[in-house]
């Protein structure tokens, strides 16, 4: 086999850099290019690959064999951007696909390209859009009942410290009217966090260390837990400046984050929280320019959380604690949503849980 010359060289060092999976099959159905993206998303080393029939090593993925032969068969394009989902071992990847005839100069058909596109990151974002819309939708109604309810709760707690001052100081009652007072204590602050869920704040933006936030925050949570058998792990890239955001906002979010934690833990574990930035990530507000995204996980070694839970996490009023209002997740969503990032979970019971923030890594 001849060296490659520069050109060739070049070239295939583009098509290598290409974030899209890229597979060449030639007349006779082998393949005979196969870049980085593609072995990721068809789970296929290229050394496996090269030379060997396409249709034998995707056998089980039908609809990429049927794309690929009919385009070497008629020549046309053909894309399906909706319906193609890749299994590797228990992971689904949806992926958008094309295949478009490789032609000589001439014109002449000397193979097949397949395109590959891993929607993944794509369909998260779209899923959190929907979110948002009705967390919004939610927080509106949300909104006018919290002002309804917090008339009434006041006139109720005043009726209740009143009686409590004519009672005797002896009376049995005045324990029962304190737990009134109490009650309505605790109502009125599911109220004010629905309030906070659902009114729209202006963000106080500044350059903002997330390191700085983080670090007070686990140095916190390590005091409160002394006793316990709780280990906190930190993992910063020194590479990730200050980033534009609500300082007073992102410390209400992890401070959340980093005690929900906590508490799936319990007496004994380790809570790890880390920072990276991401290169599949990235965000181009209308105007703006390209910017990436810095990541930042929280993750502990508890139970873990059922895959049925999961999907209702950030809906309000849901949860899994006995004292807990089920809107903290909601209103850390809210928080992410307005500085345009997002917020994912991942978890497998038995093994624990990764929150991620992901937020725009704007200067």
Do not use: W
Request: glycine share 8%; net charge negative; hydrophobic share 40%.
């Amino acid at each position: 086999m001849s060296p490659e010359s520069p050109n060739e060289a070049f070239l295939a060092t583009i098509i290598d850099s290409v974030g899209d999976g890229v597979i060449v099959i030639d007349l006779g159905g082998r393949i005979t290019l196969m870049n980085p993206a593609a072995e990721e998303i068809i789970a296929i080393s290229r050394r496996q690959a090269m030379g060997h029939p396409f249709a034998a090593l995707l056998g089980s993925q039908e609809i990429l064999v049927d794309m690929v032969a009919k385009t070497a068969a008629t020549g046309m394009t053909i894309s399906d951007n909706e319906n193609i989902v890749i299994r590797k071992a228990k992971q689904l990847t949806p992926v958008a696909v094309t295949t478009f005839p490789l032609l000589r100069q001439d014109g002449e058909p000397i193979g097949t390209i397949l395109m590959l596109r891993d929607l993944t990151n794509i369909r998260e974002l779209e899923d959190a859009v929907r979110h948002a819309d009705r967390l919004s939708t939610l927080g509106t109604l949300a909104a006018g009942l919290a002002h309804e309810i917090k008339n009434p709760l006041g006139g109720i707690k005043g009726a209740a410290q009143l009686l409590e001052m004519e009672l005797p100081p002896e009376s049995e009652l005045r324990d029962n009217v304190r737990v009134v007072v109490r009650e309505v204590d605790r109502v009125n602050r599911i109220v004010e966090e629905l309030l906070a869920l659902s009114s729209p704040r202006k963000l106080q933006l500044t350059k903002v260390n997330l390191h700085k936030i983080l670090g007070d925050i686990v140095t916190l949570r390590k005091r409160a837990t002394e006793g316990k058998s709780v280990t906190f792990q930190q993992q910063f890239d020194p590479s990730i400046p200050p980033i534009l955001a609500d300082e007073g906002l992102l410390t209400q979010l992890f401070l959340n984050l980093i005690k929900n934690a906590v508490e799936a833990v319990d007496e004994r574990g380790t809570i790890r929280v880390a920072s990276r930035v991401l290169s599949d990530y990235s965000m181009t507000p209308k105007g703006e320019r390209r910017s990436r995204m810095v990541a930042v996980d929280v993750r502990d070694d508890g139970p873990g959380i059922p895959r049925e839970q999961l999907e209702q996490l950030f809906t309000p009023f849901f949860t899994t604690k006995a004292k807990g209002t089920g809107l903290g997740l909601a209103i850390c969503q809210k928080i992410v949503t307005e500085h345009r990032g997002m917020l994912k979970v991942e978890s497998d019971p038995g093994t624990g849980t990764t929150f991620t923030v992901m937020l725009p890594l704007i200067q």
